[in-house]
């Protein structure tokens, strides 16, 4: 798995200025308990890291959620619903990757292009000040496109689909 790292103190630390972030949009930001549009379609990139965090928290679900969580693999389509989403709330919330983290944010990534998150299109964040490509914040540097953060620590990035569908260790779940 490459490198050693401290991933669950570097995720600590991620959040802590995720959160600044999130408070500095203020009332742009509509993300809340029970609204799971990013959950609900996505290819969900992951390192290899992430992936062994995320099944540390199914590890830590009871038998009832652990069987959910499995059915939704067995069920799970590319681009389709996080199979850790039930009942519209995440059920490994403490553990998601970075992209889930990330999502709801508007920032810059690869080539100074702006990320906005796609839920604006149906009136939730950023809604009040995007049309179309036009937009009236001013996105944040993250400084990530998502993983170069973590160079040296992961071996391989893949959507999710791809990780609980090819073969390797983590079919075990399934």
């Known amino acids: 798995m490459g490198a050693e790292i401290d991933y669950e103190g570097f995720i600590k630390e991620l959040d802590i200025r ?4 999130f408070e500095s949009f203020g009332d742009n930001i509509k993300c809340k308990r029970g609204c799971s549009d990013c959950c609900e379609r996505g290819d969900y990139p992951l390192s290899d890291v992430e992936l062994a965090y995320l099944m540390q928290g199914f590890t830590e679900l009871d038998i009832h959620r652990k069987a959910e969580v499995k059915e939704n693999i067995k069920n799970m389509v ?5 199979p850790f989403l039930i009942n519209k709330e995440c059920s490994v919330y403490s553990y998601r ?14 080539d100074k292009k702006v990320k906005i998150p796609y839920c604006v299109n149906n009136g939730k964040n950023f809604s009040d000040v995007c049309e179309g490509e036009i937009y009236t ?3 944040i ?14 071996s391989e990035i893949k959507n999710m689909y791809d990780w609980f569908h090819t073969d390797n260790d983590t079919n075990s779940v399934v």
């Open 141 to 154: 540097n993250l400084n990530l496109d998502t993983y170069h953060i973590l160079e040296g620590f992961y």
């Open 78 to 82: 590319k681009g389709g619903v996080c």
């Open 18 to 21: 995720l959160k600044g972030y």
């Open 137 to 139: 914040v001013q996105p």
């Open 97 to 110: 990757p970075i992209i889930c983290r990330v999502h709801g944010l508007a920032y810059f990534y690869k």
